[in-house]
């Protein structure tokens, strides 16, 4: 079957450093997605992994160990908005859909 | 900026009633998708389309049928609603074209708002 794991929820605070994991077992590896979704809107495009190692832009990083069939999303120098569900997804076979784990709750506190 | 329309933000439909969910892109995009999102259980694909008269079914078909007679509009059709199916919809498009290797600004998909569908 094919499957993605992500922790229901985390908390942090502001100015703090946060790591959110997700691991994944799927038919086929095309590449790894996160999205940021504020509650009661769309999500919207972080970042994405097809080669192994870490991605940077700006306070967000993603890295990917497709041997390990793992990634992670980091999230510096937390902000109040930073608070939301952040979603990884994975494109296994080509020219298929999206697979989406069930999503991390950040809730960032001063 | 690529737009995806989705055309109600809310709906409040009666079980057994047939209800449309339109979605509409602007870019010329060949994929279009359907999920729907519930609280513990993430986005869930219900159906996908590759281009214009094609479909194909995804994890929780039961209950919905697609159209997607024009590239831009893919249409989501609950042919009877049911309280089972009050969920929010989201609707996302993406295109084929795409270059292999290296990250990408945005190699995935655009969403939509969303529907918030409510069935009594």
């Known amino acids: 079957g094919q499957n993605i794991d992500q922790p229901t929820e985390m908390t942090a605070t502001e100015g703090a450093i946060v790591q959110i994991n997700c691991t994944y077992q799927?038919?086929?590896?095309?590449?790894l997605f996160w999205y940021q979704q504020h509650a009661g809107e769309a999500p919207t495009f972080l970042s994405y992994?097809?080669?192994?190692g870490l991605e940077e832009k700006g306070r967000f990083s993603s890295f990917l160990s497709r041997s390990k069939g793992y990634s992670y999303l980091l999230l510096k120098e937390l902000q109040m908005k930073d608070s939301a569900s952040y979603l990884c997804?994975?494109?296994?076979?080509?020219?298929?859909?999206?697979?989406f784990g069930k999503g991390t709750t950040l809730s960032v506190s001063s | 900026d690529v737009k995806v329309t989705q055309s109600s933000r809310y709906l409040v439909k009666r079980t057994g009633e047939k209800v449309f969910l339109e979605c509409v892109q602007d870019?010329?995009?060949?994929?279009m998708f359907w999920y729907r999102q519930d609280p513990g259980l993430g986005l869930r694909l219900i159906y996908f389309?590759?281009?214009?008269?094609?479909?194909e079914k995804g994890d929780i078909p039961e209950g919905y049928s697609v159209s997607r007679e024009k590239k831009e509009r893919f249409s989501l059709i609950l042919e009877s609603a049911s309280t089972n199916q009050t969920s929010m919809y989201l609707c996302?498009?993406?295109?084929?074209?795409?270059?292999?290797?290296?990250?990408?600004?945005?190699?995935?998909?655009?969403f939509g708002s969303g529907t918030r569908l409510t069935v009594v």
């Open positions: 996302a498009s993406r295109t084929l074209g795409f270059s292999l290797g290296a990250s990408a600004t945005n190699e995935g998909y655009t």
């Open positions: 799927t038919s086929g590896f095309n590449g």
């Open positions: 992994n097809v080669l192994d």
């Open positions: 997804a994975v494109k296994g076979q080509a020219g298929t859909a999206l697979i």
């Open positions: 870019m010329d995009h060949e994929n």
């Open positions: 389309s590759y281009d214009v008269k094609m479909k």
